[in-house]
C-alpha cells in the first residue's frame, strides 16, 4: 500500500507492507502531476513494515516523465539499511539529484531537510 501526500513543494510518500502494480500506476501520475504544476519539488520517500514487493520488475524498470535536472531537487529516502540497496537503485532515473538516506529514528530530520530549500 502507498499514500501519496503533498506538502506545499514537498511530496510524501509512504510504503506500507506490500507494493504492487496499482501502487506504482498511482505514483507515477502523482509525481508528473506535482511536477507540471511545481517549478521544483522535494521527495520524501518512507518505507515502514516492509513485507514484500509484489511487482519488483515493473518498479525496477520505473519510468517518469520528471526533468529531475530541474524540477526534482531533493530526495530523502526513509528505510532501513536493508532496503537502500534496493532504493538506490529505484533512484537511477534520479542521478542529477540530491538524494539522502535517513533511518526511521531520523524520519523527523529527514521532513525538516525535503521542507527547506
Known sequence: MIS??????????IAEENLDLDDYQQLIPFLERKTDVNDYVNWYFEIKNFDEWSAIDTWKNLEIDIDSQNQLHKIAMVCSKEWQEWLTQLMKPF???????FTQQEKKEAQNWIENL
Request: aromatic share 12%; charged share 30%.
Open 95 to 101: 542521478k542529477n539529484t540530491e538524494i539522502k538516506y
Open 4 to 13: 501519496l501526500e503533498c506538502k506545499g513543494n514537498a511530496i510524501y510518500t
